[in-house]
Nanobody, 120 residues
Framework: QVQLVESGGGLVQNGGSLRLSCAAE????????MTWYRQLPGKHRELVAG???????NYTDPVRGRFTISRDIAKNTVDLQMNSLKSTDTAVYYC??????????????WGQGTQVTVSS
């Protein structure tokens, strides 16, 4: 059974920092594609950052240089360190895992989301 649980969201001031964590069950974060998405108010869900099984990372332009995605293998978690937060970062943040079931079958899993609110 696969379950992703996000935590660490909250209310912070503009310029502040926050660290999100995604606890994964049934998914090995070191062997699958792990990503963070966010859904801004009134908008579709968008990719924030991703990390591959080989540790390569990518970021969407608005967060590059401010956010850092990482893995904690011992805890089997995927974290998102968010610095220099802006009001435009306010969103529900979701953890996602893409699990390879076979050579041609992949399954995408989502957490329940955690709210991040940045006050001006």
């Amino acid at each position: 059974q696969v379950q992703l649980v996000e935590s660490g969201g909250g209310l912070v001031q503009n310029g502040g920092s926050l660290r999100l964590s995604c606890a994964a069950e049934g998914v090995d974060v070191s062997k699958n594609i792990m990503t963070w998405y966010r859904q801004l108010p009134g908008k579709h869900r968008e990719l924030v950052a991703g990390i591959s099984s080989r540790g390569r990372t990518n970021y969407t332009d608005p967060v590059r240089g401010r956010f850092t995605i990482s893995r904690d293998i011992a805890k089997n978690t995927v974290d998102l360190q968010m610095n220099s937060l802006k009001s435009t970062d306010t969103a529900v943040y979701y953890c996602n895992a893409v699990v390879r079931q076979s050579s041609s079958h992949y399954t995408s899993y989502w957490g329940q989301g955690t709210q991040v609110t940045v006050s001006s």
